[in-house]
């Protein structure tokens, strides 16, 4: 038989409810922090990048730009998400998303939804599209470094305006033919978001006061003293100037400019050290270039200037200029090699060829593109995006479309507005993307002689040592 049942002491019993309720007790609490750490983190993203260049955080640039943001930005990829390729810019999408709630982002396959990629006009993989307030950017392959750059140039500032002077048979920025048109530097500017308009000189007008830059852009005909004059009170209030002169362009313009300081060269700019690979000798890179300057520190690859001509700065600083302006910073911005030489052989512009002559020709290195700032004695330590600026060029084919993607000319021609604009951000942004980006290659007439010597010349004698080497060692020596 069975003994008799004993119950538990209700001392016992109590115990055992105790622990009960302190079980329970723990799971609700440790339910509780979960879920409240669980909505910190929703609200507050952290994360740790641990690699050695930080390759996953946002730069300080990028920052900047994304806190100066003053609208909502939407940007839409368009897609394969199967393409392990795109994992960066969908990851950069997710940082800058978490950085600031202005930016938001959608990653749309196109195979799953083409009707929307119709309704956006997409009809390739890899498109990006970045919107705002109306306003539309949009960028090919999907390429993370090009993001930021497309958020600024969207929501940056609309009001600055830029005037090219007409009426003396100028470059036109509406040309689209393929060497002598300037429609793809019309088309940067744009990106840019500057207004763009024709000024003309005539009939008493005055120069805007709107006008952030103007522009003279390889007139073929002469100035008139008025039209100088208006120039000449536009200076004088502050304004800035960019100059591009060819060889034996507009004589007066030349000479109003020799007041400035800016004295062009009539001569042709040769250097056949650094032609490219098999071309003429009046098309060659730039490759010494100022460190000092916005306009050309920042530049990845040297220039290819055509047909250039040389330019000197005549008056270092202090040098008086009219309307009581004085010569407050001066620099070369580009010079030719030690090599080059301003010719002044009348054939070498129609022919191509020519030779240094000492008593005739100008040796290098030969400055290309100047920059003046000018100031008033009693306004001297003002802003230098206050004070009269003047950037000359001794060549317009840098910006054409056959040169302009060049090497390093369409930075080149960017930055000198940029920086007159007083857009030196939009420099920035130009400089970290093009730290991600190789320039195109081109090789100098000089650097194909040394490919050349290296290869059929060097190597083979080196070989043919080490030949020699071997056999004599084992013909005398074993």
Known sequence: ????????????????????????????????VLIVLNLIIFDHNVRFDLTPNKRFTLSEFDKKV????GSDVKVMSFIRTEDPAYLELSELLFRVAAFTPRVTFQVIDVNKSPGLARQYG????GQVIVQTEGRRREFDNARADGLIPAILQLTHDLNKHLYFTAGHGERDLFDNDRSAGYSQWRSLLLQNNYQISNLSLLGGAEVPDDANVVVVLGPQKDFLPEELAVLGRYLT????????????GSPSLVTFLAQYHIKFIDQVLVDPAYRLSAGEILTTQIPLRAESSEVTRTLTAPAVFSMARGIEVTGGEGAMAPDGLQVQREGLLLRSSYESWASGDPKAVTTGLTEFQKDRDLKGPIAVAVEVDLAKPS????????????????????ASNQF?????????????????????ILIASRARLNRSAGAAFYVSDQQSRQAFVLATVVLPLILFSIGMTVFVRRRFFV
């Open 237 to 248: 209030r502050g304004g800035h100037l960019i100059v591009m002169l060819d060889p034996f």
């Open 404 to 424: 302009i993607e060049m090497l390093g000319n369409r930075d080149l021609v960017q930055n000198a507005i940029n920086e007159l604009a007083n857009d030196q």
């Open 66 to 69: 994304l806190r100066g943001l």
């Open 122 to 125: 997409v009809s390739t993989y």
């Open 379 to 398: 306004n001297a330590h003002v802003a230098v995006a206050k004070m009269t600026r003047i950037v000359a060029f001794g060549d317009t084919d840098f």
């Open 1 to 32: 038989m069975d003994g008799p049942q004993i119950s538990p002491a209700p001392a016992t019993r109590l115990a055992l409810w105790r622990n009960y309720a302190l079980l329970l007790y723990t799971t609700l609490a440790l339910a509780t």
